[in-house]
């Protein structure tokens, strides 16, 4: 089946294992909160337990260092594509609020980005991922 838009998440390729699993997984929250039709329907096995939903299609995830993450971000501002981003300063944090002041103290083109996530038009994000490899 293919879909009419794509997510795509792009992890900055230097960080420790246990931050990029981190950083995957607030950065598809964010898609989640922002589009809900892009959730599935609860699961359930043949015993009738159930589980959450899950985002229904695919999540690409590409390796990026810190100036082609940039690049990507630039890309989504300017196709009117609203990211959800994850800075360094963030795994200094500790709870939501926190997370959102360090971001606030830090002018766009200053972002020590480490990830950033989008879901749009299957064309548009493959404008914005141009040149990225799929993370390794």
Known sequence: MQFDTKIAVVIRNDLQAWQKLNVAS?????????????????????????????????????????PALSRALDRALTRNVKPAVYTEDMFTTTHDAANREVVRAVARADLNLVGIAMRAERKVIDKIVDGLKFHS
């Open 26 to 66: 607030f950065l598809t929250s964010g898609v989640a909160a922002a589009f809900p039709e892009c959730i599935g329907e609860p699961y359930e096995d043949a015993s009738s337990t159930q589980y959450l939903s899950l985002i229904g299609q695919p999540i690409l995830i590409y390796g990026a260092d810190g």
